[in-house]
């Protein structure tokens, strides 16, 4: 019961520092959205934006992914880190849309992770901005180093994480609730070691200021 009370208390407080929240990535379709958010494993959005400028251009087309030839596309996306892995899952799963599912992203959690390189952080953020749907909470590394920093969670495993969170927080706070810790994470709380007993989050919890780095 005590740590529902916090979780409460500290998707107040992120709501009134983040009133409205959505994803900073930048895109036109689903399609665009798709590879932007697998692009932005283990890459900030900032840079994945500058990536997708250049290459929305080249690619403009959802065709164009599937003749894209694997080598010059690496190189193409290459600033966002781990691009050999992330060039050979978008356009296998460019390949995989256009033979499956018309060329279109599909709606459901169980087709979508479907796709190669998609787990469920993905998932959530690709649903939620796309059609609306709401299946669970997308961990990332913000929302991972919050939830343990201020003992909302027990787990180290991302889904166990998500799963976790999800008993605590009704379902109309899930897609809220990540994409406001991101921005308390990129905008307050920074992910390097600082002094933060008076960030607004660890006043609710003051024992987290000692609990810094987390593994």
């Known amino acids: 019961m005590e740590r ?3 979780t409460q208390m500290i998707v107040r407080e992120l709501k009134k520092l983040f009133p409205e929240v ?5 895109y036109s379709n689903n399609w665009e959205l798709l590879v932007s958010v697998m692009l932005s494993a283990q890459c900030t959005d900032k840079k994945v934006n500058e990536v997708t400028k250049t290459l929305f251009v080249k690619y403009p087309s959802f065709d164009d992914y599937i003749q894209a030839e694997l080598r010059e596309f690496e190189q193409d996306i ?3 880190g781990f691009y050999r892995n992330k060039a050979a899952n978008i356009l296998k799963t460019a390949a995989i849309l256009k033979e ?14 479907l796709l190669p390189g998609v787990a469920r952080k993905t998932a959530n953020v690709v649903l939620a901005a796309a059609f609306g749907v709401i299946e669970g909470i997308a961990v990332d590394t913000h ?3 919050f939830v343990q920093k201020l003992r909302l969670v027990d787990s180290q495993n991302p889904e166990k994480i998500e799963r976790e969170l999800m008993e605590l927080l009704p379902r109309k706070e899930w897609s809220g609730f990540t994409h406001r810790m991101i921005a308390y994470g990129r905008e307050i709380c920074i992910a ?3 002094e933060c007993r008076e960030h607004p989050l ?7 200021a000692g609990i810094w780095p987390l593994s």
């Open 100 to 113: 499956k599912f018309e060329g279109k992203v599909p709606r459901t959690m169980d087709e979508i992770l």
């Open 192 to 194: 390097r070691k600082h």
């Open 22 to 26: 959505h994803t900073t990535l930048v």
């Open 4 to 6: 529902k009370k916090r």
């Open 143 to 145: 929302v991972k180093r």
């Open 202 to 208: 660890t006043r609710i919890y003051p024992q987290g």
């Open 78 to 80: 290459r600033q966002t």
